[in-house]
């Protein structure tokens, strides 16, 4: 089975940056679409970026110019570059690779919680 196994979350101060991974178990990154969502306290999941193949990433509107998404096909990772973060950004963050041309089913990671406060 495909695992995804993620680390990188914490406490954060605004302003501050953080870096998540997510690591695909079982199989490869590039055989897989791979996304970021968030869930914030209350509200709803939400996409913020995803890449194919390695890239380029595709960012949603909420995060623009301040997150970067890149893989690293030799540990067969993905990652969450968070720069510049908000106390809006404060959610639990989830690795995910969705059903596809390239899966034939969805996996998700069990998500971190990424909290920005002073």
């Known amino acids: 089975q495909v695992h995804l196994v993620e680390s990188g979350g914490g406490l954060v101060q605004p302003g501050g940056s953080r870096r998540r991974s997510c690591a695909v178990a079982?199989?490869?990154?590039?055989?897989?679409?791979m996304a970021w969502y968030r869930q914030a306290p209350g509200k709803s999941r939400e996409l913020v970026a995803d890449?194919?193949?390695?890239?380029?990433?595709n960012y949603r509107d909420a995060v623009p110019g301040r997150f970067t998404l890149s893989t690293h096909n030799a540990t067969n990772t993905v990652f969450l570059h968070m720069n510049k973060l908000q106390p809006e950004d404060t959610a639990v963050y989830l690795c995910?690779?969705?059903?596809?041309?390239?899966?034939?089913?969805?996996?998700w990671g069990r998500g971190t919680q990424v909290t920005v406060s002073s």
């Open positions: 995910n690779a969705p059903s596809s041309y390239f899966s034939a089913n969805t996996y």
């Open positions: 890449i194919i193949n390695g890239g380029p990433a």
């Open positions: 079982g199989s490869r990154v590039n055989d897989h679409i």
